[in-house]
């Protein structure tokens, strides 16, 4: 396995890696790897001949109050986990490689970036689409793997590639949970014993409006309403937004009988997390 700090290193790697017509898999990630981040690594194996993951904590994603200076960061021990899966590529470069001094160009989906996280945290889905489109410019994969988690960054990367007829093909990952549903999140790790417990209540409000929605309920204003209603014995907790949307547009329906995306995020003492469903998938 090789680890690359530099973009032209891992560029000419690549595109080496890619003669012969060999597929070549990417799977971005910030690092603090768990078993979410392996599934994505395991399905670039079943469908790519190569596999390169970038390691980067992207300062532009993190707004000006946010855990930009504590995110967890374990380069040896991720790049060891890497190791033993198989990856060929590390791409793990300095802040400053992937934004020099004087860059001044961002990558913007408009719309669909001020909805969801965005609405809450402005500039995010700017720096996510930037750093991505970096990275698909850098590496040049044939397909990109993300997770169900993120559904509004694998919303916003889809159309970004659309619209700017990038050669990628967006493969998206279930969501893999902990035995008692929480999602898995790098960010967990901030999480006591006690804010652990109450970090339950994202999953009971999707699995809230899901068994509304199992019973025949269309009416979202009734499914959110009611997912609402679980946060309301959490005191630790604070919600940020449970919508129902269109998991393409991501703007917000009224009727559910087509597919839907039903999102949360909330703050868990100060963590804040993300967890969401599909209705009717």
């Not at 981040?37 to 300062?59: C, G, M, Q, Y």
């Not at 999140?185 to 014993?193: D, G, K, M, V």
């Not at 559910?256 to 868990?268: G, N, Q, W």
């Amino acid at each position: 396995m090789k680890i690359v700090g530099t973009i032209a290193e891992m560029r000419a790697l690549c595109r080496s890696a890619k003669s012969g017509g060999k597929r070549l898999g990417l799977v971005p990630t910030m690092g603090a790897l768990h078993e979410g981040h392996l599934s994505l690594v395991r399905a670039a194996k079943e469908k790519t001949d190569v596999i390169a993951t970038s390691i980067f904590v992207n300062p532009t994603q993190f707004g000006p109050t946010e855990d930009f200076s504590r995110y967890p960061r374990a380069l040896e021990k991720d790049c060891a986990i890497l190791w033993r899966e198989g990856v060929e590529f590390v791409f793990a470069p300095a802040v400053e490689e992937m934004y020099p001094a004087g860059a001044v160009t961002w990558v913007t989906v408009g719309g669909l970036s001020d909805r969801l996280c965005g609405k809450s945290r402005p500039g995010h889905f700017r720096g996510v689409a930037t750093v991505v489109a970096k990275l698909f410019h850098i590496i040049e994969p044939d397909a990109a793997f993300f997770g169900q988690k993120d559904a509004a960054q694998h919303a916003i990367i889809r159309k970004m590639v659309r619209d700017l007829d990038m050669p990628v093909a967006i493969e998206v990952c279930p969501i893999v949970r902990e035995a008692d549903g929480l999602a898995l999140s790098s960010r967990n790790a901030y999480l006591n014993a006690e804010e652990r417990k109450s970090a339950l209540v994202l999953y009971r409000s999707l699995q809230c409006a899901q068994e509304l929605f199992r019973t025949g309920e269309r009416n979202s204003a009734k499914l959110i309403a009611a997912a609402r209603q679980e946060f309301a014995s959490e005191s630790n907790v604070r919600l940020d937004y449970f919508e129902i949307v269109n998991p393409d547009s991501l703007e917000p329906v009224l009727d559910t009988s087509s597919p839907s995306l039903a999102a949360v995020a909330a703050y868990v003492g100060n963590t804040r997390l993300i967890d969401n469903i599909v209705l009717g998938a």
